[in-house]
């Protein structure tokens, strides 16, 4: 597989250590850290703020000694660095037309390819850039003649497109640019810029770090670009100030990556960065398009090609969440869970004022995604001051129930005060069999009654036991029941609709679905969320109980090995559907990127290559041929950034092949 078919690019930011005010040192220490960087495969490479000279060398500034030795350091750098082939970006002084620029200069395989000018100067407090420098908006030339170096592009109008990485297109601005009202780097970004390096010099105060951090975070999402911050080490601390040589990398409002503070020694921060999901992402926000080609001074950007080396690494530097859809966090648990009950119970709330608060009918299996949206159906009632006997939860056993599931059903509706009924339903499947004329696994019905087929059911072998019109009568049984008792709570998760591991107008359909968005991992997590923070007692245990059965539909009694029904031997493990289905619709990523992010991340439990291929190979064929019943879902609240509902996030044709996506995964 070609390494830049999946996207990811490998940037640092690399702070070495200073010797302030000598310039041909810092060239060859960052010469140096960038020897490493290469080592480990970065292929865009931030170096800090007028790290050649050192940031606080104040009015030596003008002292020509000085601007002379930062223009050979820059060409030494570039001598001793013309192995590597990607972009390395070093600052240091300059002097153009008789003004003296804060400049970041761009080097890849031995070359100088541009000069990019500081924006906004910092004049207030500790800061006095405008003492020393002229601000790029008074610059009067686009080029500039460097001693053994050629001439070389000069001005904030330049972006470095790599040739043979599609979408990697790299845009630069120096510290206090970030702090602006309006960055350059918006302005790059919105031309195509999608890798933003900032080279900073930025002290350290209490608390600065974390509205740093809240910058980088907030432009990378704003921009839908990586940020590579890179800021001046310890080095710097002279006088009245200490930095602290913070690195950050961004992407899409996240930091993937950030160094500790206060190092002594040289840091290189490492992270793998996602081209093509900011791609993806830019394709579909329309905003992003409506902004883009924006012209800096009314010019167009001038763009500069260089080539560097993509190498697809064994392991990825950046987390691979296995469980995207789960908060990981203690700090967000609560937030999240919250989050989530108050999305959906505002939307049942919402409809059920509409509709004049009626009675409501709900299914209770004491499986899980029953369980969470009893939950949830409680909590709305609560909030509408309505009393939880008007709802009329119902659990309705049939052939393949077990006594486990039954027994929670009964103890959760008696724990939480609704309206309990038990209804069997295999009476009802009895007489729909008997009328299609169907005979259960061949079995005849003759004379059988329930307790008689049920027992003759056990001993279905189990490369036998497969009946879907056994299966889709019970299903639909319940279902029918559920609508004639009154307005119908939906329970089915977004992860059995991706895989159509439902049946068609039976769980498949309801009248509002408070789960239909929330994910099998995500149901399971608020589920013992929910026993541990608002339960105590029995009602807990009943709930862990039902956090710890597996998952099964149970429409199928226990076979002649004692074994239920399992769902997960049928479809695939449900932690790797969600880790697909999230890549898959979120990002839209290829299967074949797939199958390398899920081999990068650590599941519950290890996975083998061949069977996350074979699970990746259900999940999409099962996805596709299952369209036609998500093409008709009733309405219910969208939670989290994935959703199938086909009034607001997924449209796809019912008939499309899946040909191309099990070519791409190979």
Not at 460 to 466: A, E, F, K, L, M
Not at 538 to 549: E, K, M, N, S
Not at 627 to 637: A, H, T
């Amino acid at each position: 597989m070609d390494p830049g078919a999946f996207g990811l690019v490998r940037v640092a930011a690399a702070v070495p250590r200073l010797a302030l005010g000598d310039p041909l040192a810092n060239a060859r220490r960052s010469a140096e850290l960038l020897g490493r960087a290469r080592e480990v495969g970065a292929a865009v490479v931030a170096f800090p703020e007028m790290g050649l000279t050192g940031y606080t060398c104040h009015d030596l500034f003008h002292q020509p000694t000085l601007l002379r030795a930062a223009s050979a350091a820059l060409a030494e750098f570039a001598r001793l660095t013309a192995e590597f082939e990607g972009l390395a970006v070093v600052g240091l002084p300059v002097l153009i037309d008789s003004q003296v620029f804060n400049c970041a200069a761009v080097v890849s395989a031995g070359r100088v390819l541009g000069l990019v000018p500081k924006s906004y100067l910092p004049n207030y407090k500790e800061f006095y850039d405008a003492r020393y420098f002229a601000p790029a908006s008074q610059a009067r030339s686009d080029e500039v003649q460097l001693s053994d170096l050629g001439t070389v592009p000069f001005g904030t109008d330049l972006l470095f497109d790599a040739a043979g990485v599609d979408g990697l297109t790299v845009g630069i601005e120096i510290c206090e640019d970030l702090w602006a009202i309006v960055p350059p780097s918006s302005h790059q970004a919105a031309a195509g810029a999608t890798v933003l390096l900032n080279l900073s010099a930025s002290n350290e105060l209490v608390g600065k770090a974390a509205y740093r951090r809240q910058l980088v975070a907030n432009q990378s999402a704003r921009c839908l670009a990586a940020y590579v911050y890179a800021g001046a080490g310890v080095g710097e601390s002279s006088t009245d100030l200490v930095f602290g040589g913070h690195c950050l990398v961004g992407e899409a409002g996240s930091i993937l990556a950030e160094s500790p503070r206060f190092a002594r020694e040289a840091t290189l921060l490492v992270a793998d960065v996602d081209i093509d999901r900011l791609r993806i992402d830019r394709a579909t926000i329309t905003s992003y398009g409506q902004s883009a080609h924006y012209p800096v001074g009314g010019r167009p950007f001038r763009r500069i090609g260089f080539r560097p080396r993509i190498t697809l690494p064994t392991k990825l530097e950046r987390a691979i969440d296995p469980h995207p859809f789960v908060p990981r966090a203690d700090a967000e648990l609560r937030e999240r869970c919250d989050e989530v009950f108050q999305i959906q119970t505002a939307g049942l709330a919402r409809r059920l004022e509409q509709i004049g608060r009626p009675p409501v009918a709900i299914g209770v299996s004491g499986g899980l995604d029953s369980t969470l949206a009893l939950l949830v159906t409680c909590k709305t009632f609560d909030l509408l001051g309505v009393g939880r006997d008007r709802i009329q939860a119902l659990t309705m056993p049939g052939f393949g129930t077990s006594g486990r599931t039954r027994a929670n059903a009964i103890a959760l509706m008696r724990q939480l005060g609704v309206a309990a009924r038990e209804v069997d339903i295999r009476p009802l499947c009895m007489d729909e069999y008997r009328a299609l004329g169907h005979a259960p696994f061949g079995i005849p019905l003759g004379s059988l009654d329930v307790d008689g087929l049920t027992a003759r059911l056990r001993d279905v072998p189990p490369d036998r036991r497969h009946d879907l019109v056994f299966e889709n009568v019970q299903a639909r049984a319940r279902t029918q029941l559920l609508m004639n008792t009154g307005f119908t709570i939906g329970t089915g998760d977004v992860s059995e609709l991706a895989l159509g591991w439902c049946t068609y107008n039976a769980d498949h359909m309801s009248m509002y679905n408070v789960n239909v968005s929330v994910p099998k991992t995500l149901v399971k997590f608020l589920v013992g969320w929910v026993a541990d923070n608002q339960f105590d007692g029995d009602t807990r245990a009943t709930l862990h109980d039902i956090v710890g059965t597996e998952i099964s539909p149970e429409l199928l009694p226990a076979g002649p090995d004692g074994k239920l029904q399992s769902t997960e031997s049928a479809v695939g493990p449900y932690e790797l559907h969600d880790f697909f289905l999230f890549h898959f619709l979120r990002y839209g990523a290829p299967p074949a990127k797939i199958l390398y992010l899920a081999s990068q991340a650590k599941f519950d439990r290890a996975y083998e290559p061949g069977e996350i291929r074979k699970w990746l190979t259900v999940f999409l064929r099962r996805f596709f041929a299952s369209q036609y019943k998500r093409s008709c879902l009733p309405d219910g609240p969208k939670v989290g950034s994935v959703s199938l509902s086909p009034r607001g996030d997924w449209r796809m044709p019912s008939d499309a092949a899946v040909e191309a996506w099990l070519a791409d995964l190979g």
